[in-house]
């Protein structure tokens, strides 16, 4: 029997295009606005001249084949057939002219610390040990927490792994850091992940690389939501691109639908806010509807709340880049950026990837880590479209400059860069961000509410939802979101 049940989502991210797709598959009648001509939220980049910037050069978690997570991928075609490239290194660092790279191959990475610091070698030995451990983790993707039964609750994830992460959410990088003395290795954790986030969330990426389930779709996260997009309307979804939602139409507590900026209303029973709930909750629902308190307090408490965004370069090369580590961090001569002093870079390649970089051998990227001041420096700075401008080029020049010092060979070619403001602009993401709030060692983490209580019938979705965010978190948000209304509309949800 096909459901009447309309559900409007607002944004057609990773997030939204999931929540599109299995709930198209559950026979409900789903429309998705996006504000922007492509989909794919973050993932689509974006169009810099003639030359297609993208993002996610990192990695995808879900790559490996026989998980939860991977299967969850085929399901919404993200993957296609598409050759998925597992990169030998996660990251190269170097100081003083000594490096030391965190391999794939983890006993290498474990003789070659060991070799340059014996006098770490206990260190290094527990670090190993708890990436082994992690690395056999499956992160929980098949129902949402609150409608786990019990006996579901037991055989979830991997008690062992989420023990040693829980303890790990306890320590800061920085700690982490004060336990090495070789100074090679004190540099390369430091550049791991930012000083004042834990331990733990650099385990799980590393865990998740060693296992081989963080890899790099060829064609990049473009394709991969081009893909899903076509998957969603295969299905009979309809996309709305171009399609600002300006606000939740309400009655009697509950969502009804959106209104969109050209006046057009659009009615569902359900309303899916996969964009940045800042957007949902500041902006979209009526001024002084009731809001979880505790979600409302990690906006005002900008302390405990940390967010992390940055200045995105890319650059391109017509030569052959050979057999280049994927990502490599380096010194390079001070300089600033807003309201951070740099003092290295770390260039991302994709020269694996044929797809990608369009008129060139290869795209290259350096995201340098701006902390949430910057944000609001870049903000008041654009109020000035000349100053703004000459300050844009000018951090890139000197970035290009950096890189040429060090890659000569390369011969570089400028692209395009973004300051943190921009992804507030185009994709709505609060203060610049590319993920969610960082949880600071010690804290407990508190998942963000997907529900408004002032709102019935209005989901919030997206990597928001999910610790640490990324793209896997999006795609399972969106699909837990089409489970929730199913469990409220006392529906089955078919696998
Ligand atoms: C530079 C960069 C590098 C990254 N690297 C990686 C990586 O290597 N690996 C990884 O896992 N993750 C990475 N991420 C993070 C990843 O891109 C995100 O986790 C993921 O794309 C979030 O998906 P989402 O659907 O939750 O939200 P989004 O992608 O933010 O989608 C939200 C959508 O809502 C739309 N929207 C907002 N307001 C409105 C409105 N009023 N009306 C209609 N539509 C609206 C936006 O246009 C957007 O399309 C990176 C992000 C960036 C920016």
Known sequence: MKRVNKIAIIGGGISGLAAGIWGQKQGFQTVIFDKNSAPGGFCAGWKAGVQQVGFCFRGLIGTKENTVLNHLW?????????????????LSVSENDRSITLWQDLERFEREAKKLSPEDAPTISMFCDAIRTIAEYE??????????????????GNKE?????????????????????????????????PQNGTLASFLFQYAMFVSGNYGLPVGG?????????????????????????????????????????????YFAHWTIAACDPDITTHHLIPPNTELDKNFQQRYEDRLHNPIFTGFYCAFRTNQDPGLMLHMQDFEVEPFSIGKTLINRLCLIQSSYDSQLGQNANAQFVCLIPQAEESYNYWEELSQNEVLYEAETNKIMKKVLEQLRKR???????????????????????????????????G?????????????????????????????????????????????????????
């Not at 606000?247 to 209104?259: D, F, H, K, P, S």
């Not at 692209?415 to 600071?440: E, I, K, M, N, Q």
């Open 221 to 265: 996260a473009a394709a991969m939501a081009r893909r899903m997009a076509e998957q969603y309307q295969r299905l009979g979804g309809v996309l709305r691109l171009n399609a600002t939602v300006e606000q939740i139409l309400t009655a009697n507590g509950a969502a009804r639908g959106v209104e969109l900026h050209s006046g057009e209303r």
């Open 161 to 193: 792994a989420e023990k040693l992460l829980q303890k790990a959410s306890e320590v800061s990088m920085k700690q982490f850091v004060n336990e090495f003395r070789n100074p090679v290795l004190r540099r390369l954790f430091s550049s791991v992940q």
């Open 407 to 441: 890659f000569p060979e390369l011969d570089l070619k400028p692209v395009c860069c973004a300051a943190p403001d921009f992804f507030s602009r185009r994709f709505g993401a609060y203060h610049g961000t590319w993920s969610p709030f960082v949880t600071l060692p």
């Open 74 to 90: 085929r399901e919404t075609r993200a993957l296609g057939n598409t050759l998925i490239i597992q990169p030998e290194s996660f």
């Open 443 to 495: 804290i407990k983490y508190q998942p963000m509410p997907f529900t408004v209580p002032g709102v019935r019938r209005l989901l919030l979705s997206g990597q928001w939802m999910h610790a640490e965010g990324g793209l896997h978190a999006a795609l399972i948000e969106g699909r837990f979101s089409i489970q929730r209304i199913c469990h409220k509309e006392r529906l089955p949800f078919s696998e």
């Open 139 to 156: 992160i929980p993707a098949q129902k949402p927490d609150e409608l786990l039964g019990p006996l579901e609750r037991l055989k979830a």
